[in-house]
């Protein structure tokens, strides 16, 4: 039987229809879902990590560093008592409520429970100084704010009298403000809400929402300015969990070992849920398939928690992934024969995930590579992982062909918060590693090929230029910004995604850069610094690389080098190092061993895209030092500050001809 083609497929997912595909509100979505799948586990949560309020006379207290779950009719009742505490706080229909915290099963909770209580939700990121906190809350007036615990409180406590809020409820114990009449537990509040619930009032509250209500004030990470507040409501995101669903759910004509969104389906959850892509993807979406979510602790802990969680898949951004397989190269290290079988084991997968169809000799080389490297792998990763999905920048294509190779396919989507947030995404029936996938259903697309030089794209196949976007998931615009918004539409109603994307054969999309980002040399040639970082991807020797050179007469870059790999290096080879992380930044022999791997990239480079010079940097850029956002994206412009320096002393010595 021939698989099906592209063209089916998408006509299909026009077509599908389910129980969880509705025209309804975020509430009732919740309620429908809980209704449904009563007794299939809704969240796991780790014991050990969190002073929980709600433990352990609400929910149940985990051992330390296990998990445990509650079932979809629990999550109902905390949901229902929560909203009803929210109520008497004070929280009325189109009240403009924050969550401050990291993900965890209460952000969620509290999440629902306010948006059934006919709240806002405004996201506030945890890394926020006091000054960004103050505005994310003052922007939107927000009259209350749910804070995980009182190390974030603090923060919130230095500029209180700078603030219009009603009312604080801290996730964790409090100690130190325990006795401040407008600060309460999340334990308060559900017991409140548990003394004055009523089934017919919480109906009511839910009945009086609108589809088009605004649901949720999502701020842009603000890489470049002041923060916008995206304004997406109930619609939206309803819109955008429908043509998701309609892409990933149990369709019929979908073959039986095509991975999908099945009741019960396990998944892990570790990114910002203060972003939209989790938000989205692993928090309505999930929820409303009856999926079960397990919080991971940390990103930190991730490889121990996905051991216990056992998920199937989970949605991450490409750092994460970069940091698997720097883990899976730091394991295969300590011996030159577990070195030599590793590499050799990566170039099966990545030969093997790029063959259409491998021949007998490859499958055998992928069946011993498995039996050596792989099958440890997916261990590692729980052992039941059918596949990952990547948003929130660039994945490297060979990254994607060595995972999709290692029998764990990563399908790549593009997104934006704007878009409440998923455009496009690989279908799991025609992966498509190096590309975004097509649109989803009910998702217009066109390239504004006026963007980008006549000259800079000669080389690739399809039409090339900003993608511009129509569909029932887009935002109307941005909250008390209507210069803004009208700047961020054409005239017709398309929205301008301010990103470079080339649409191939079958409406597939391939990221090229955000339009922002091109490097325009001196020279006048345009070069996209996002692909080349992306070939650095799986270097062992290049942690961290920001491409540089706009009106320069040629490109450079910033490198944060593995100083684990500098170490075992220079072991290796009785080199005595210096002890600073700063001083081994300047030492020749480091800059020189960094340069083979810049080397081997620049052979695969247009002849002006080529690093001709570069200085390292000895410190990680992080979303705590403010170096990226935290969907783990590069603030540029930080970087270049932080290292100013640097940036000064790559361009003083010029080479004598930038083509060199």
Same mark, same amino acid.
């Given at each position: 039987?021939?698989?099906?083609?592209?063209?089916?497929?998408r006509?299909?997912?026009?077509?599908?229809?389910?129980?969880?595909?509705e025209?309804?509100? +975020?509430?009732?979505?919740f309620? !429908?879902?809980?209704?449904?799948?009563?007794?299939?586990d809704?969240?796991?949560?780790?014991?050990?990590?969190?002073?929980?309020?709600?433990?352990?006379?609400?929910?149940?207290?985990?051992?330390?560093?296990?998990?445990?779950?509650?079932?979809?009719?629990?999550?109902?009742?905390?949901?229902?008592?929560?909203?009803?505490?929210f109520r008497?706080?004070?929280?009325?229909?189109?009240?403009?409520?924050?969550?401050?915290?990291?993900p965890?099963?209460?952000?969620?909770?509290?999440?629902?429970?306010?948006?059934?209580?006919?709240?806002?939700?405004?996201?506030?990121?945890?890394?926020?100084?006091?000054?960004?906190?103050?505005?994310?809350?003052?922007?939107?007036?927000?009259?209350?704010?749910?804070?995980?615990?009182?190390?974030?409180? !603090?923060?919130?406590?230095?500029?209180?009298?700078?603030?219009?809020l009603?009312?604080?409820?801290?996730? *964790?114990?409090?100690?130190?403000?325990?006795?401040?009449?407008?600060?309460?537990?999340?334990?308060?509040?559900?017991e409140?809400?548990?003394?004055?619930?009523?089934?017919?009032?919480?109906?009511?509250?839910?009945?009086?929402?609108?589809?088009?209500?605004?649901?949720?004030?999502?701020?842009?990470?603000?890489?470049?300015?002041?923060?916008?507040?995206?304004?997406?409501?109930?619609?939206?995101?309803?819109?955008?969990?429908?043509?998701?669903?309609?892409?990933?759910?149990?369709?019929?004509?979908? !073959?039986?070992?095509?991975?999908? +969104?099945?009741?019960?389906?396990?998944?892990?959850?570790?990114?910002?849920?203060?972003?939209?892509?989790?938000?989205?993807?692993?928090?309505?979406l999930?929820?409303?398939?009856?999926?079960?979510?397990?919080?991971?602790?940390?990103?930190?802990?991730?490889?121990?928690?996905?051991q216990?969680?056992?998920?199937?898949?989970?949605?991450?951004?490409?750092?994460v992934?970069?940091?698997?397989?720097?883990?899976?190269r730091?394991?295969?290290?300590?011996?030159?024969?577990?070195?030599?079988i590793?590499?050799?084991?990566?170039?099966?997968?990545?030969?093997y995930?790029?063959?259409?169809?491998?021949?007998?000799?490859?499958?055998?080389?992928?069946?011993?590579?498995?039996?050596?490297?792989?099958?440890?792998?997916?261990?590692?990763?729980?052992?039941?992982?059918?596949?990952?999905?990547?948003?929130?920048?660039?994945?490297?294509?060979?990254?994607?062909?060595?995972?999709?190779?290692?029998?764990?396919?990563?399908?790549?989507?593009?997104?934006?918060?704007?878009?409440?947030?998923?455009?496009?995404t690989?279908?799991?029936?025609?992966?498509?590693?190096?590309?975004?996938?097509?649109?989803?259903?009910?998702?217009?697309?066109?390239?504004d090929?006026?963007?980008?030089?006549?000259?800079?794209?000669?080389?690739?196949?399809?039409?090339?230029?900003?993608?511009?976007?129509?569909?029932?998931?887009?935002?109307?615009?941005?909250?008390?910004?209507?210069?803004?918004?009208?700047?961020?539409?054409?005239?017709?109603?398309?929205?301008?995604?301010?990103?470079?994307?080339?649409?191939?054969?079958?409406?597939?999309?391939?990221y090229? !850069?955000?339009?922002?980002?091109?490097?325009?040399l001196?020279?006048g040639?345009n070069?996209?610094?996002e692909?080349?970082?992306?070939?650095?991807?799986?270097?062992?020797?290049?942690?961290?690389?920001m491409?540089?050179?706009?009106?320069?007469?040629?490109?450079?870059a +910033?490198i944060?080098?593995?100083?684990?790999?500098?170490?075992?290096?220079?072991s290796?080879?009785?080199?005595?190092?210096?002890?600073?992380?700063?001083?081994?930044?300047?030492?020749?022999?480091?800059?020189?061993?960094?340069?083979?791997?810049?080397?081997?990239?620049?052979?695969?480079?247009?002849?002006?895209?080529?690093?001709?010079?570069?200085?390292?940097?000895?410190?990680?850029?992080t979303?705590?030092? *403010?170096?990226?956002?935290?969907?783990?994206?590069?603030?540029?412009?930080?970087?270049?500050s932080?290292?100013?320096?640097?940036?000064?002393?790559?361009?003083?010595?010029?080479?004598?001809?930038?083509?060199d």
């Open positions: 039987m021939a698989p099906p083609d592209i063209e089916t497929i006509e299909n997912e026009r077509e599908y229809t389910d129980e969880v595909i025209e309804n509100t +975020l509430p009732e979505m309620e !429908d879902a809980a209704e449904r799948y009563g007794d299939i809704a969240q796991m949560y780790k014991g050990g990590i969190y002073e929980r309020t709600l433990t352990p006379e609400i929910i149940d207290e985990p051992e330390p560093g296990e998990y445990t779950s509650l079932e979809y009719d629990e999550m109902r009742t905390l949901v229902r008592r929560l909203a009803a505490g008497e706080l004070g929280v009325e229909n189109d009240d403009r409520v924050g969550i401050m915290s990291n965890r099963m209460e952000w969620a909770l509290s999440d629902f429970g306010l948006l059934a209580s006919g709240g806002t939700v405004t996201t506030v990121y945890t890394e926020s100084s006091p000054k960004q906190i103050k505005y994310l809350l003052n922007d939107p007036g927000a009259t209350g704010v749910v804070v995980e615990n009182e190390y974030l409180l !603090d923060r919130i406590i230095k500029v209180q009298d700078e603030l219009s009603e009312f604080v409820v801290v996730i *964790d114990e409090l100690e130190k403000y325990d006795d401040v009449d407008q600060i309460h537990t999340l334990s308060e509040v559900y409140l809400g548990e003394e004055r619930f009523d089934e017919d009032e919480y109906w009511s509250w839910i009945e009086e929402q609108d589809m088009h209500d605004l649901a949720s004030l999502i701020y842009t990470s603000g890489t470049t300015g002041k923060p916008k507040g995206v304004k997406l409501t109930h619609h939206n995101f309803r819109s955008n969990v429908n043509q998701v669903r309609k892409r990933v759910g149990p369709r019929p004509d979908k !073959d039986d070992d095509v991975p999908s +969104l099945d009741p019960g389906r396990r998944t892990i959850s570790f990114l910002p849920l203060a972003h939209v892509f989790e938000r989205t993807t692993g928090h309505f999930m929820f409303a398939s009856g999926v079960t979510v397990g919080y991971a602790e940390s990103t930190d802990t991730v490889s121990e928690d996905i216990k969680i056992k998920p199937r898949g989970g949605s991450s951004v490409p750092r992934y970069e940091r698997i397989f720097d883990e899976m730091e394991q295969a290290s300590g011996s030159d024969t577990k070195e030599r590793f590499e050799w084991a990566v170039e099966v997968a990545r030969t995930g790029r063959a259409e169809n491998p021949g007998l000799g490859l499958k055998i080389k992928r069946s011993v590579a498995n039996q050596l490297v792989f099958k440890q792998v997916k261990e590692e990763l729980g052992g039941n992982v059918d596949f990952f999905v990547s948003g929130g920048g660039s994945l490297s294509k060979d990254l994607a062909d060595l995972f999709k190779g290692m029998g764990i396919p990563i399908f790549e989507g593009y997104g934006l918060t704007e878009a409440a947030p998923v455009v496009s690989n279908p799991p029936e025609i992966l498509e590693t190096g590309t975004l996938g097509p649109p989803l259903p009910d998702v217009d697309i066109k390239i090929e006026s963007k980008v030089a006549d000259d800079q794209f000669e080389d690739v196949a399809g039409e090339v230029g900003e993608l511009l976007i129509k569909g029932p998931n887009v935002t109307e615009g941005y909250w008390e910004m209507p210069e803004k918004t009208e700047e961020a539409f054409t005239t017709d109603g398309w929205f301008k995604t301010g990103d470079i994307v080339e649409r191939i054969e079958h409406d597939y999309l391939v090229h !850069d955000r339009l922002k980002n091109l490097i325009v001196d020279t040639k070069v996209a610094p692909p080349i970082e992306d070939e650095f991807s799986t270097s062992s020797r290049v942690e961290q690389i491409i540089m050179g706009d009106d320069e007469k040629f490109v450079s +910033l944060v080098p593995n100083f684990d790999a500098i170490r075992r290096w220079a290796n080879r009785n080199i005595d190092l210096p002890n600073s992380k700063e001083e081994i930044c300047e030492d020749e022999r480091v800059k020189e061993w960094v340069n083979e791997d810049v080397q081997l990239v620049n052979r695969n480079l247009e002849k002006h895209e080529t690093i001709k010079q570069f200085e390292l940097a000895h410190i990680e850029w979303p705590e030092n *403010d170096m990226l956002t935290p969907s783990l994206k590069k603030k540029r412009r930080n970087i270049k932080e290292f100013q320096d640097k940036v000064t002393k790559v361009y003083e010595g010029e080479p004598a001809t930038a083509d």
